[in-house]
């Protein structure tokens, strides 16, 4: 990133009429205003703008249309204000990393960038893009003071990542489908997250959320995951088809799973130490679930209706009594049955665990039957010989 073509090295290609294109080989750096202001003429600027770490007080990149390559500013501790007036298109990365003091980006125009990565300006709040930006493929926000998105509303996203923004308390987007991932993770307290057209998504993770909205989700080609959230309820009320593995683990508030209309989980699905869920009868169409069921927690009742194929471990701990759920499932067990794998049911456990925790087999539906020792030799991964190579594949999607 040195400063190897200043502005006087820009080559301006033709002559009078061509005066709005420049192309430099490599990144070009400014110093300052007077550095920006040089480059006024360039309506498209082929190649990469860096900011120099010594640059003070505001920048306005004026004049510029668009920017072949990226738009750099790492390091940039002296800087207020970062700007361009005109500019509307970035074919490369928007990188802002560690500019301590940055209070203002206006960039009204634009609306395309094909990467965001913003990381560490502890000084941001807002943005001033009017237009909003509507497409890029990758996008990074971390640890910022944004309050609002306000001024990207994308239409399509490869990836996402949106994290340790604590002062973020709403994530909306009107995006269709995430071809690769959504990452939301420790943004406000009171964050909510609402993607009112979201049809399908490959992978999405939410962490630290307080309330989710997918009316439209209709399928997860990966994995999806809800960690240590704060809501009471989730819906997910199209969604039909998850190819990998959903996971609800750890949040305390959830009393309330609601996925009507899901018939398939192609890999695992794990509800774990959501302290408060008593309950577990969201699944009513839930037919397949392709990897381990591990369900872990203070449930006393888990209804699945339509389940007619488990192909891996199946695993129920609860602190509660579940002895109707365990004398409802064990007859479903065994290799041609409905549940496939290793098969343990057990209420009054002081510690649920998850899938492995128990001795296969183990069939208590509360805490006046089941004996301490059985519980505490079964810690490790425990493979019995007379469930042999069924019991080999069970610990193996255990494990998806
Ligand atoms: C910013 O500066 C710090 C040390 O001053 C350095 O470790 C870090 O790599 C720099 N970051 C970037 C993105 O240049
Ligand atoms: C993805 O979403 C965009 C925006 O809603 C839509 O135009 C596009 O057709 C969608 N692509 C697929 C493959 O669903
Ligand atoms: C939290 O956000 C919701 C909207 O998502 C809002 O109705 C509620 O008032 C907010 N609560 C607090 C304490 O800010
Ligand atoms: C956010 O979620 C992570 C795990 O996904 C958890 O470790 C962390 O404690 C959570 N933070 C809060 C404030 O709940
Ligand atoms: C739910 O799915 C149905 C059938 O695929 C579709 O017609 C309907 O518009 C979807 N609802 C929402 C809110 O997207
Ligand atoms: C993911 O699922 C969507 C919707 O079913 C589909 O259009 C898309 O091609 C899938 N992507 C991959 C990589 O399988
Ligand atoms: C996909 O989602 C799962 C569940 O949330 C998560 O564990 C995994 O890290 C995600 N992968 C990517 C690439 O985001
Ligand atoms: C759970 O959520 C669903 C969907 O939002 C709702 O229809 C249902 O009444 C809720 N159940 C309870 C017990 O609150
Ligand atoms: C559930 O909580 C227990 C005890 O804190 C912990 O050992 C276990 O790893 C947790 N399970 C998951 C899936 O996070
Ligand atoms: C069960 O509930 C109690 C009391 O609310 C809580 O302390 C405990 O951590 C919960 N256990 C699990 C496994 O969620």
């Known amino acids: 990133m040195a400063a190897r073509y200043i502005v006087p090295a820009l080559a301006i290609v033709g002559s009078a009429a061509a005066q709005s294109s420049c192309s430099v080989s490599g990144t070009t750096t400014i110093q300052s205003q007077g550095d920006a202001t040089a480059l006024a003429a360039c309506q498209t600027f082929t190649g990469s703008i860096a900011i120099a770490s010594t640059a003070v007080n505001q920048i306005a990149l004026d004049g510029i249309q668009r920017i072949s390559g990226s738009l750099i500013a790492n390091n940039v501790t002296q800087v207020t204000a970062l700007s361009g007036s005109s500019l509307t298109q970035i074919d490369d990365s928007f990188m802002l990393n560690g500019l301590t003091i940055l209070t ?84 406000g307290r009171n964050v909510s997250a609402t993607f009112p057209n979201l049809e399908w998504a490959f992978n999405m993770t939410f962490r630290n959320v307080s309330q989710v909205s997918i009316p439209s989700l209709a ?40 996925f009507p209309e899901l018939t398939t989980v192609g890999g695992g699905l794990q509800v774990a130490n959501n302290t408060d869920l008593q309950t577990i009868n969201g699944f009513s169409a839930l037919k397949t679930v392709g990897g381990a069921l591990d369900f872990n927690g203070n449930f006393t009742e888990v209804d699945l209706p339509a389940i007619s194929d488990i192909r891996g471990a199946f695993n129920l701990q609860s602190a509660g009594d579940i002895s109707n759920a365990c004398n409802h499932f064990k007859p479903l067990s065994g290799s041609n049955n409905v549940i496939k794998g290793t098969y343990t049911c057990s209420g009054g456990e002081s510690h649920p665990g998850g899938t492995g925790t128990l001795s296969p087999g183990t069939n208590t539906g509360s805490s006046s039957s089941s004996s301490s020792s059985a519980k505490s030799s079964a810690n490790s991964l425990y493979i019995s010989g007379t469930t042999g190579l069924i019991g080999v594949v069970a610990a193996i999607f255990g494990m998806l």
Not at 139 to 152: A, D, E, P, W
Not at 228 to 254: C, D, K, M, R, Y
């Open 104 to 187: 203002s980006l206006n960039f009204p125009r634009l609306e395309a960038v094909d990467t965001i990565d913003w990381e560490a300006l502890p000084a941001l709040q807002g943005l001033s893009f009017t237009t909003g930006v509507q497409q890029a493929s990758q996008v990074s926000i971390q640890n910022t003071q944004l309050q609002s998105l306000s001024g990207i509303n994308l239409q399509i996203v490869q990836q996402m990542t949106i994290a340790n923004n604590p002062y973020l308390n709403e994530i909306n987007m009107q995006l269709g489908n995430i071809s690769q991932s959504l990452i939301l993770e420790a943004n």
């Open 219 to 258: 399928s997860i080609n990966g994995s999806m995951g809800f960690y240590a959230n704060f809501f009471s309820s989730l819906a997910a009320p199209n969604l039909t088809s998850i190819g990998q593995t959903l996971s609800f683990v750890s949040n305390e508030a959830l009393t309330n799973l609601s």
